[in-house]
């Protein structure tokens, strides 16, 4: 169980959720942007504990809700409780933030994950022989993830949030850990050293509060 609690008793999130999770840390750091203090029960994903219906974390207990999917959680801490702070009012830049979620969700997660990210957990956590023939297979796929994301830094600033004046949106939050993670693996520390405007994106990030708050353990 980790996570910061209220000075005035029980923690106004409660994150049901395995403390490694990518989209765990989401939440959490939502949290954190939106001032709520939160707490997160560890649960496994595949465990009769966790009352997602498809297996999934988290579950967040939030105003009485219970509340499943990482951006119908984001959306609805921002929205309720952070005044929408981190999503512009410009219809064409939220339209902007909303497709790298989409992005970040859809395609960069599962290929991380399965490419290199989970692998190496389970090298590291469980002991697992590594298996070097499905690692080099997602190489070439992750390199040109990596390569679009490094071109559409340079050509766009922050994705394009800067550009209507925005500096960190919840394409921010969700893209972050997601691109750490990966950092986190030898390979994918490789390939990142090497995109100049993604690493600094990187590092801007982590000098944000939210970020610093909820750093995963594994995290040098």
């Not at 840390?25 to 465990?47: D, F, M, P, Y």
């Not at 190489?139 to 500096?167: M, T, V």
């Not at 490789?190 to 353990?217: F, M, N, Y």
Request: glycine share 6%; net charge negative.
């Amino acid at each position: 169980m980790s996570g910061a609690k209220s000075d005035h008793g029980a923690p106004q999130v409660r994150i049901f959720g395995t403390v490694i999770s990518t989209y765990t840390r989401i939440v959490q750091t939502t949290c954190e942007e939106a001032g709520l203090s939160h707490e997160t029960i560890a649960t496994a994903a595949q465990s009769p504990q966790n009352r997602h219906p498809f297996g999934k974390v988290p579950v967040v207990e939030v105003d009485g809700l219970e509340l499943i999917e990482s951006v119908a959680i984001a959306h609805y801490l921002d929205n309720s409780h952070n005044a929408a702070a981190l999503q512009p009012a410009d219809h064409a830049a939220r339209a902007v933030m909303d497709k790298w979620i989409a992005v970040a969700n859809n395609y960069l997660f599962p290929l991380f994950e399965r490419g290199l990210v989970m692998p190496w957990i389970m090298h590291r956590v469980a002991g697992y022989p590594l298996d070097p023939e499905k690692i080099n297979a997602a190489l070439p796929q992750i390199s040109r993830a990596l390569g679009f994301l490094e071109a559409e830094l340079q050509q766009d600033g922050a994705w394009a949030a800067q550009n209507f004046g925005h500096d960190f949106t919840l394409a921010d939050v969700f893209l972050y850990p997601i691109v750490r993670s990966l950092e986190l693996t030898p390979q994918g520390e490789v390939g990142i050293s090497q995109c100049d405007h993604l690493a600094a994106w990187l590092r801007s990030c982590e000098k944000r509060p939210s970020i610093a708050a909820t750093r995963w353990e594994s995290e040098p």
